[in-house]
Each structure stands twice: as C-alpha cells, then as structure tokens.
C-alpha cells in the first residue's frame, strides 16, 4: 500500500471515532456529518445565501436546500427573508445549533485531548508536526490540485 491509500482508510474511521466519542460523551443529537459541516460553514461566515453555503461546502446548491429543509424543521437552521428581494433568502445557524456545534467542538477537543496523551511521546509529536502537512493536503485537494 502507498501513504494516499494508507491516509485515504483511515480517515473515515477517525473522524467516526471522534464523532462517536463525543457524542455518548455529551448526550448530543445524532446529526449528520453534512448537517455538521453546514452548521460550521453557517456559523463562521454568518448569515449566506443558499447558494453562496453551497459554493462553500462544494456541493448541489439541491443538496443545501433538503439539508436546510430538514435542519429548518429541527429549529437548527434560520431562515430568513431578504429585505430587497422576497425571492431570496440567507441561512444562519440558531442560537440552538450555535450552542450544539460549541458543546461537539469542546468535547471532540477533550477527546482527541485525552487519547492524544495516552500515545507515545514520538507518536504525539509525528502528529503535531504532521498537521501542517495535513493543512496544505487539505488546500490542495479543495484548490482541485490534488
């Protein structure tokens, strides 16, 4: 096997550990990961456009909208009506969802924390100097370079 490989196995499992932890951790709904990731979108940039959430996420701006249609219904998304333009409207994450995604990033944080401290001191050091490696993987792959 080769290192894309290698990474490209484990990076699902990882991510479902982390989530997994911390949800029985915290007591936290069961969201999707998609539903997750228009949560952090929404709460960093602000209110968007459904468009402009889809543009950022890279996907259907169809796909924006059932996840919206959804997380609407949950009281996890707000949406709210342009004031120049009753055809258009922007998304923003409920004080709910903004309370929900603080509460994940805190005890995935506490997690990755306390099973970090629990590997060997090399191995916790390959992945500290191993993470600027893994943000420009990350930019390469969104930039369409990788």
């Known amino acids: 096997m080769d290192t894309a490989t290698d990474l490209g196995r484990l990076i699902g499992p990882l991510r ?12 936290l709904p069961d969201l999707p990961e998609a539903q ?15 468009r402009e ?16 249609r ?12 342009s ?6 409207a922007s998304l923003a994450a ?8 603080s509460r994940y990033d805190r005890v995935s944080t506490d997690a990755l924390r306390r099973a970090l401290a629990e ?16 943000t420009e993987l990350l930019g390469a792959l969104e930039d369409g370079r990788g």
């Open 16 to 27: 479902r550990a982390v989530l997994l932890r911390t949800r029985r951790a915290e007591d």
């Open 36 to 50: 997750i990731e228009l949560l952090r979108v929404l709460s960093d940039a602000g209110p968007l456009a459904p």
């Open 53 to 68: 959430a889809a543009a950022r996420l890279r996907v259907a701006p169809s796909t924006v909208s059932n996840l919206v």
């Open 70 to 81: 959804t997380m609407t219904a949950s009281g996890l998304v707000e949406r709210r009506a």
């Open 83 to 88: 004031s120049t333009d009753l055809r258009t």
């Open 94 to 101: 409920s004080p709910r969802a903004l309370d929900l995604l």
């Open 119 to 134: 590997l060997a001191p090399d191995s916790r050091q390959a992945i500290a100097e191993a993470l600027p490696a893994l």
